[in-house]
């Protein structure tokens, strides 16, 4: 498995920036919000952190069983300088589209990690794949999209983990409190196509949490 590293944010911060690890999850789910997450490391302030990090196996969620996640999220709270997440609605995603709402998610992610630290240097952004505009304090110019950045930087890595326990776990609570909504298998799928999912809309119809936009090719 490929390790993710500090390489790139070691560069910046010897720059005197803040850098901020940002990642999405839900992008291609039928149900529930996109989120994001925005995590904060100082690799300086524990030469040790980086090793520690990879030996706790911080890395793409998308590679990581759901209760290794689980310990790993917290472990990443514990040991970052500060977090943030970020959340956009179905009804935002239908209305606006999903990267807008993806890049609405990181900028609340990147705002509520801020307001958890001192920025006494400049912050600098690298997120999985794209760029954000219009993130306050925050220029293009201080951004770095990174393809597959979370099996590159170990900031990213925590924030796809971050990002993906946050939803999986909001997920989960609706079909858990609602049991109209566990028909739909959200519980084990977290909104995602399934065939039980997709079955369960066709015989149920949608809810508040469905993305139109994305389940109209679904007969109802």
Request: proline share 3%; hydrophobic share 45%.
């Amino acid at each position: 498995m490929i390790s993710p590293n500090f390489e790139e944010e070691k560069k910046l911060i010897e720059n005197n920036f803040l850098v901020f690890g940002i990642d999405e999850v839900g992008r291609g789910a039928l149900a529930g919000p996109v989120a994001a997450a925005a995590v904060v490391f100082d690799p300086f302030s524990n030469g040790k952190l980086e090793t520690f990090l990879q030996q706790k196996g911080v890395n793409d969620s998308k590679m990581i069983s759901a209760v290794k996640r689980v310990k790993l999220s917290k472990l990443i709270k514990r040991c970052s300088l500060s977090w943030g997440v970020g959340l956009s609605t179905a009804g935002e995603i239908d209305k606006k589209g999903i990267i807008w709402a993806t890049c609405k998610a990181m900028r609340t992610a990147v705002l509520a990690a801020i307001q958890k630290t001192n920025l006494e240097r400049k912050p600098f952004l690298l997120i999985d794949a794209l760029r954000v505009k219009y993130v306050p304090g925050v220029g293009l110019a201080n951004q770095k999209a990174i393809i597959r950045g979370d099996q590159k930087s170990l900031s990213i890595a925590a924030a796809s983990i971050v990002a993906k326990v946050y939803r999986d776990s909001l997920m989960a609570n609706l079909s858990e409190r609602f049991p109209f909504y566990s028909n739909f298998g959200w519980k084990r799928n977290k909104g995602y196509g399934t065939k039980l999912h997709r079955e369960a809309i066709i015989h149920f119809g949608k809810t508040r949490y469905h993305r139109e936009s994305f389940i109209k090719s679904i007969k109802l």
